[in-house]
């Protein structure tokens, strides 16, 4: 698939520690949201414009990390009408700077806060699950 992107937008990041909570603790929960926003011919090039929408609540251990982050993604030569058109790899390949900037913040975010390496995110499409590690 060939695309332009434009830079991910952060509508809203949160870390929050867990700390002593008495009540039961949240389940990590991913949602994604396509929307297509318009085709066009540019120059003989058919360019559909597609909104990606990440918003994520992810528990770790010590912390909750959510938030919501979307981008716009230019897709060329290919005609979508809605999210079915896309193979499951392109999916990934759309959402993979979301999660890349998820990881980012996170592990810049709890770096700062724990005074010691961040804790690291890995959204690994191969394993189909989300994985967590801490740095040491």
Do not use: C
């Not at 809203?12 to 008495?22: A, C, E, L, P, S």
């Not at 790899?89 to 961040?118: M, S």
Request: no cysteine; hydrophobic share 40%; aromatic share 8%.
């Amino acid at each position: 698939m060939q695309l332009r992107r434009s830079r991910s937008v952060v509508d809203w990041f949160k870390v929050q520690k867990i700390g002593n909570m008495n009540e039961e603790t949240p389940e990590t929960t991913l949602k994604t949201d396509m929307v297509l926003l318009g085709k066009e011919d540019k120059n003989d090039q058919l360019v559909s414009t597609v909104g990606v929408q990440l918003e994520f609540f992810l528990v770790h251990t010590r912390f909750i990390v959510s938030g919501k982050i979307s981008q716009i993604n230019y897709i060329l030569e290919k005609e979508i009408q809605s999210e079915m058109d896309f193979s499951e790899e392109e999916v990934h390949e759309l959402l993979a700077p979301i999660f890349e900037t998820i990881q980012r913040l996170t592990y810049d975010v709890t770096e700062i806060i724990l005074d010691e390496p961040g804790i690291h995110l890995d959204f690994s499409p191969t394993e189909k699950a989300l994985r967590e590690e801490v740095e040491k």
